[in-house]
């Protein structure tokens, strides 16, 4: 059997910091503000901005057998608290829903790059590598959601998922043709990026099932 496709480590050690914390950031604050909608305390808030924010990188670090990520790295803890903050802080009206998705959106494109440069790195063949982009993107947000108790991204019809499914493919794609990271992943992000944004601006959704076999 050949070897599993990887990406070197040291390859993605300059950008993958940059990449977490900006991410998590980004997700952490989603998670703060929706607690700050349910009137909630500020330890729920930070609680929900922590999940939020490292939910997805943890399920893909212990699938696929690396040391969890934020435990081990001093900045992601408090990052989430200090967003919490910022959210406690500010006016509700800093943060209106389109500034808010749109942040989401890049974080999101981002994060399932990481995700599945991180997976190659750690020697997962492609398809799952492509997956774990897809948790490492989206997982945060569903946990979220199902402990505020409503509706997670899975059940609505928007493109969500299938945008950090773009961005993943792209990336391990690029990593078996041996193309340049550095002009691969931010590629990938961007589309992710893209295919979100568009489904933010003209409502785009994937066709939902009928009983009687018909779109």
């Known amino acids: 059997m050949p070897p599993a496709l990887s990406v070197p480590a040291t390859d993605i050690a300059p950008l ?8 998590i ?21 930070a609680f929900f901005a922590l999940v939020t924010g490292v939910g997805g990188g943890s399920i893909r670090d212990l699938l696929i057998g690396a040391p969890v990520f934020w435990v081990r790295d ?5 990052v989430c608290l200090g967003v919490a903050l910022v959210a406690w802080f500010t006016p509700h009206r800093w ?3 389109p500034v ?3 942040a989401d ?12 440069a991180k997976s190659l790195a750690f020697g997962v063949p492609p398809v799952p590598a492509v997956l774990m982009g897809v948790i490492t993107g989206c997982v945060g947000g569903i946990i979220r959601d199902v402990l505020a108790g409503r509706p997670s991204i899975l059940m609505r019809p ?22 340049p990271n550095g002009v691969v992943w931010p590629v990938a992000a961007l589309a ?14 994937l066709p939902a099932y009928s009983s009687q076999g018909e779109l």
């Open 16 to 23: 993958i910091g940059l990449l977490d914390l900006a991410g």
């Open 25 to 45: 950031a980004v997700f952490a604050l989603t998670g703060a503000l929706l607690a700050a909608q349910l009137r909630q305390t500020f330890v729920t808030m």
């Open 74 to 78: 001093p900045w992601v803890a408090p």
């Open 95 to 97: 943060w209106e829903r």
């Open 100 to 102: 808010l998705e749109w």
């Open 105 to 116: 959106a890049a974080g999101l494109g981002a994060y399932a790059v990481l995700g599945t």
């Open 158 to 179: 928007e493109l969500y998922v299938t945008a950090a499914a773009l961005a993943s493919v792209i990336c391990a794609g690029g990593a078996m043709l041996d193309l």
């Open 192 to 205: 992710g990026f893209g295919l979100r944004g568009a489904a933010i601006w003209w409502k785009l959704g």
